[in-house]
């Protein structure tokens, strides 16, 4: 399968998504990127199937931009653990994720892979809070407390349409978040 084409119409179907949420259809995708939908079935089985990969891609799309951040020596370790926790890459700040709560009832696989990807990939996030908290500028806390924390903020997020009633974009509702965390756990001086 040649990966480029898969990455377009993986793309492609975040921006569909975006514009119709769960009510894309594979008609939609293909007169969107310009192929047929043979060829859209020759990459993905079923709407299904490409709303898995699309997940995949969304989370491991939001793992490199934590690799930058890990990368950047410019950020204090605090910087560091606040732009982690609250990291969404650049392409997906316009992606209404408010969406995603409609997932549950709709799509339980994709809703159970949404919740296995949150809940895994911290090895980064809980280095950073250990060197934190080594180096004397994170309060000496519980770190899978924290995990905790942040996992079932935004798992609400998907669970409920709790953002769409209170006008809340995602983004917005992550970073207060994790301001919120990050004042509990930062030590202040």
């Known amino acids: ?9 993986l793309k492609g179907t975040i921006r569909i998504f975006n514009e119709k949420g ?22 993905f089985c079923d709407k299904e199937a490409l709303f898995l990969a699309m997940v995949d891609y969304m989370f491991d799309q939001i793992k490199e931009s934590e690799r930058a951040v890990v990368e950047d020596d410019s950020l ?8 982690i926790l609250g990291v969404l890459p650049e392409g997906y700040k316009n992606v209404d994720l408010r969406q995603l709560y409609l997932l549950k009832d709709r799509y ?3 809703y159970k892979q949404v919740e296995l ?6 090895e980064t996030t809980i280095e950073l809070l ?4 080594e180096e004397g500028c994170i309060q000496p806390i519980r770190i899978p407390i924290l995990k905790m924390m ?15 009633r209170n006008r809340l974009s995602y ?19």
Do not use: C, N
Not at 30 to 36: E, M, N, P
């Open 150 to 164: 942040l996992e079932a903020s935004v798992e609400q997020f998907f669970q409920r349409d709790i953002l769409i």
């Open 22 to 43: 769960l009510k894309f259809t594979m008609d939609d995708i293909a007169r969107s990127l310009k192929i047929s939908k043979k060829t859209l079935y020759k990459v």
């Open 117 to 122: 990807r949150l809940e895994t990939g911290w």
């Open 76 to 83: 204090s370790t605090v910087d560091k653990i606040h732009r």
């Open 171 to 189: 983004q917005d509702a992550l970073h207060e978040v994790v301001e919120i965390l990050m004042e509990g756990i930062k030590v202040h001086g």
């Open 1 to 9: 399968m040649d990966i480029d084409i898969r990455e377009e119409i």
């Open 108 to 110: 339980p696989t994709i």
């Open 130 to 133: 250990e060197r934190g908290i």
